[in-house]
Structures are given as structure tokens and as C-alpha cells.
């Protein structure tokens, strides 16, 4: 059974209450149920922190032992160059994964720190954002 985690960073834990008109109005947690339930065949792991320093410890802890990291590191992913750094030192490829399409929107977030180190980037599709980065590790 492939393990996979999804990794939430900076205000995502806001989803279904924050700027619905951009992410939305369901809450993560809710719809991380959702996927357990569509991917019993995996095991879903999730993790979200507001602080760039737990991810980067969390992409330590899990970055040599699982088979797939769905990450959406908000706009750390456009000032983190540590976040970048630790994606690079790790063994599990990592999905860099938006709700929004960050190319339509301000400037500042239509650069990744974060992408050259990842397998692939998926943006724009909503909260199915996070089902196609799990589904390009099975």
C-alpha cells in the first residue's frame, strides 16, 4: 500500500472560511475525508502548519520512507528558498499543488521556489488539485 501525504502550509487552514471566491467554501478537512474515502488503496497522511520551520521538519521526517508528498505550501512557495532546499535534500518526489491558478493572479506568485525540486506542478483546478497530485503517485 503506497503512503502519500498531503502538506498544507501558511493559512490553508482557513479553507472554507477565507476569500471563497478564490478557494472555495469547503473546509480541508472535510474534503481530505473525501479522498480517504476515494483512495482506500493508499494511505492518506495530512499535515498543515503556519510556520515554514514544521514543514521543512516534516519534510525531513517523511522525505525517505513515503512513496509520494502532495505539497501546498501557499506563498511560501514564492519566498522559501529553505522550503526549496529540503525538497531538494529528500528521496520522496513531492507534487507542488495550488488551489487557484497562481499565474492568474498577482505577480509575486508566478514563481516557485519549490518546482525545479518537484516532479510536477498542478494548479488552478481547485480542491482537485490535491486529487491529481495523489493520483500521479499511484
Given amino acids: 500500500m503506497k503512503k502519500v501525504i498531503v502538506i ?21 478537512l472535510s474534503y481530505f475525508e473525501d479522498l480517504k474515502s476515494s483512495f482506500v488503496d493508499t494511505q492518506l497522511h495530512y499535515f ?15 522525505g525517505f520512507s513515503f512513496d509520494g508528498i502532495v505539497l501546498n505550501a501557499g506563498a ?27 499565474h492568474k493572479r498577482e505577480e509575486f506568485r508566478h514563481g516557485s521556489y519549490l518546482a525545479k525540486n518537484c516532479v510536477g506542478v498542478i494548479c488552478g483546478f481547485g480542491l482537485n488539485s490535491y486529487r491529481l497530485g495523489i493520483q500521479s503517485f499511484l
Avoid at 11 to 25: A, D, Q, T, V
Avoid at 78 to 99: K, M, N, Q, R, Y
Fill in 48 to 62: 498543515q502548519s503556519n510556520h515554514e520551520g514544521a514543514i521543512i521538519d516534516k519534510l525531513h521526517e517523511i
Fill in 76 to 102: 511560501y512557495t514564492h519566498t522559501s528558498l529553505a522550503i526549496g532546499d529540503a525538497i531538494a535534500a529528500i528521496t520522496t518526489p513531492v507534487v507542488e499543488v495550488h488551489i487557484s491558478n497562481v
Fill in 8 to 28: 498544507n502550509g501558511p493559512n490553508l487552514n482557513l479553507l472554507g472560511i477565507r476569500e471563497k471566491n478564490i478557494y472555495g467554501s469547503q473546509d480541508f
